[in-house]
Nanobody, 115 residues
Framework: QVQLVESGGGLVQAGGSLRLSCAAS????????MAWYRQAPGKQRELVAA???????NYADSVKGRFTISRDNAKNTVYLQMNSLKPEDTAVYYC?????????WGQGTQVTVSS
């Protein structure tokens, strides 16, 4: 089992920045991919960014150039630096990790961007 605790969400004006953090605990030795997803009201959950254990990253087109995902393996933590935020980035952001073929989810953190 892997437990995930997210932090860093909040309310920010358009053009502002936020940094999300997600700390993993439990059976962390099997973690390979760490990712951030988001779900806006009335929409499906979507992948925002992912990073594998070797450091390769993948981003949704809508956030490329604005968001940066990174991980600190020593702290078992994944980060999402969000810059130039837009109102359409408003959503609940979920941390997710994969370990031994199983996916785990955090509880979600609200990000609200005002225009």
């Amino acid at each position: 089992q892997v437990q995930l605790v997210e932090s860093g969400g909040g309310l920010v004006q358009a053009g502002g920045s936020l940094r999300l953090s997600c700390a993993a605990s439990g059976s962390i030795f099997g973690i390979d991919t760490m990712a951030w997803y988001r779900q806006a009201p009335g929409k499906q959950r979507e992948l925002v960014a992912a990073i594998i254990s070797g450091g390769t990253t993948n981003y949704a087109d809508s956030v490329k150039g604005r968001f940066t995902i990174s991980r600190d393996n020593a702290k078992n933590t994944v980060y999402l630096q969000m810059n130039s935020l837009k109102p359409e980035d408003t959503a609940v952001y979920y941390c997710s990790v994969s370990s031994f073929g199983r996916r785990y989810w955090g509880q979600g953190t609200q990000v609200t961007v005002s225009s």
